[in-house]
């Protein structure tokens, strides 16, 4: 049976853990090759690893690079197209967060941040260009429902998925006509995340969680996954510019009241 992603190539920024490293083990499955980035060569490594044992049937390789850093960007982006080819999926999801209020913020805590998100993608997109399919080409950003939706003790994670998603739609207007389309996916609570982790570390703090969330529960790895391999496909050629949640119905309001049968 063939498979999807076969002789097609994704890199993914941020892919040592979490969700985009969900995303490149359900490319793997799929038959993609894989070139995976992050900060540590120790974690990245592990990453490959665990992502060539899938045996997808594609090469896989993990490469240390500082989203901040672009010409170290560039040089993985660089190698990736001399291994494997012109690059058909990007996923830009490195991200950093922690919780604090404004007024207990560094400069330097709001700076890292909006450095690593959004600067990170702006490297991560801007530094691929050369290396795309075109047309074909499918960027993905990964964004949070605090772009739209303002949160306490998250203004620095605000400000910076706020620029996702409008640098994603700048992006999508000037690259459309070249045939690369740019969208981002807005995860909801994903869980055996360190983002959840952080914002819920306790069990009633969970439980706080999904009962904000319609569908009553965490998301997991494998349905972002699922999104950006719908993205990356066929069936949505005629998609670009859009910022899609997948959050189980979490930004749609206050979900928080009884529903029906319980």
């Known amino acids: 049976m063939s498979k999807s992603q076969e002789g097609r190539?994704?890199?993914?920024a941020g892919g040592s853990s979490?969700?985009?490293?969900?995303?490149?083990?359900?490319?793997?499955?799929?038959?993609?090759?894989?070139?995976?980035?992050?900060?540590?060569?120790?974690?990245?490594?592990?990453?490959?690893?665990?992502?060539?044992?899938?045996?997808g049937g594609g090469k896989v390789i993990g490469m240390s690079a500082d989203v901040r850093d672009y010409a170290a960007v560039e040089a993985a982006l660089?190698?990736?197209?001399?291994?494997?080819?012109?690059?058909?999926?990007?996923?830009?999801?490195?991200?950093?967060?922690?919780?604090?209020?404004?007024?207990?913020?560094?400069?330097?805590?709001?700076?890292?941040?909006?450095?690593?998100?959004?600067?990170?993608?702006?490297?991560?997109?801007?530094a691929s260009f050369e290396f795309l399919r075109k047309p074909g080409a499918s960027l993905i950003s990964i964004t949070a429902g605090q772009a739209t939706r303002a949160s306490m003790y998250q203004a620095h994670v605000c400000a910076a998925k706020a620029g996702i998603n409008m640098l994603t739609q700048c992006l999508a207007l000037e690259w459309g006509p070249l045939g690369v389309r740019v969208n981002a996916i807005s995860p909801g609570p994903i869980a055996d995340t360190e983002g959840m982790a952080r914002l819920a570390p306790s069990p009633e703090a969970?439980?706080?969680?999904?009962?904000?969330?319609?569908?009553?529960?965490?998301?997991?790895?494998?349905?972002?996954g699922d999104m950006a391999l719908f993205l990356s496909s066929p069936a949505a050629s005629y998609i670009t510019g859009a910022i899609i949640p997948v959050d189980g119905g979490s930004g749609c309001g206050d979900a928080g009241g009884q529903s029906f049968g319980e």
């Open 9 to 12: 190539t994704l890199f993914v």
């Open 18 to 55: 979490g969700i985009n490293l969900g995303i490149a083990r359900k490319f793997a499955l799929e038959g993609a090759n894989v070139a995976l980035i992050s900060r540590s060569q120790e974690k990245i490594e592990k990453a490959a690893d665990e992502v060539a044992a899938l045996k």
């Open 78 to 126: 660089r190698r990736t197209h001399m291994e494997m080819g012109e690059i058909d999926t990007v996923i830009s999801g490195a991200a950093g967060n922690f919780v604090a209020p404004a007024l207990g913020m560094s400069a330097n805590g709001f700076k890292t941040v909006v450095d690593i998100d959004l600067i990170g993608t702006f490297n991560v997109l801007r």
């Open 206 to 224: 969970e439980e706080r969680i999904k009962s904000r969330v319609a569908l009553r529960r965490y998301g997991t790895k494998d349905e972002i």
